[in-house]
């Protein structure tokens, strides 16, 4: 099987347009990066799929012309799926639309509070591990080096 590169490079573009989306703040960009990257996956298992031959009935065609019938069964799922999919997050985008009047998707409060913990506990194992003497506390009104 021959691979055609004029679908190699538009199934590049399909998934790279829809990761990008992905990437972004906003439900509505994640919903279309969504729904690209559901189309690549659409037209990805075509080509997979193969060449068009005949239908899969015995006896009607011979056994080499005919056309694997799973990857378009895979297709309509992956079909089915996305638009599922794409529903439940139009439901969400305009529930946050409804309740906050804008769909950005904002950095957990929790989550800051956890990274900058850690952050501190990695600056502090470094800081102990580059210093090997000890140092006397500062005195009254003096500052403490950072």
Same mark, same amino acid.
């Not at 992956?78 to 529903?87: C, G, K, S």
């Given at each position: 099987m021959t691979v055609n590169i004029t679908m190699a490079i538009v199934l590049a573009g399909l998934y790279t347009?829809? @990761?990008?989306? @992905?990437?972004?703040?906003? *439900?509505?960009r994640v919903i279309l990066g969504i729904v690209i990257v559901g189309h690549g996956a659409n037209l990805f298992l075509q080509v997979a799929g193969g060449p068009p031959g005949q239908p899969v009935f015995v006896g009607s065609a011979v056994l080499e012309t005919m056309v694997d019938p799973l990857p378009q069964a895979l297709a309509l #799922?992956?079909?089915?799926?996305?638009?599922? *999919? #794409? #529903?439940? @997050? @139009?439901? *969400?985008a305009y529930r946050s639309w409804a309740l906050l009047g804008h769909d950005e998707v904002r950095d957990d409060v929790e989550d800051r509070r956890i990274r900058l913990a850690e952050r501190e506990r990695e600056d502090g194992e470094e800081s102990e591990s580059e210093t090997t003497t000890s140092f006397e506390a500062p005195e009254a009104g003096e500052e403490v080096p950072r």
């Amino acid at each position: 099987m021959t691979v055609n590169i004029t679908m190699a490079i538009v199934l590049a573009g399909l998934y790279t347009v829809g @990761l990008y989306l @992905l990437m972004q703040r906003s *439900l509505m960009r994640v919903i279309l990066g969504i729904v690209i990257v559901g189309h690549g996956a659409n037209l990805f298992l075509q080509v997979a799929g193969g060449p068009p031959g005949q239908p899969v009935f015995v006896g009607s065609a011979v056994l080499e012309t005919m056309v694997d019938p799973l990857p378009q069964a895979l297709a309509l #799922t992956a079909i089915v799926i996305t638009f599922a *999919l #794409t #529903t439940f @997050l @139009l439901a *969400l985008a305009y529930r946050s639309w409804a309740l906050l009047g804008h769909d950005e998707v904002r950095d957990d409060v929790e989550d800051r509070r956890i990274r900058l913990a850690e952050r501190e506990r990695e600056d502090g194992e470094e800081s102990e591990s580059e210093t090997t003497t000890s140092f006397e506390a500062p005195e009254a009104g003096e500052e403490v080096p950072r």
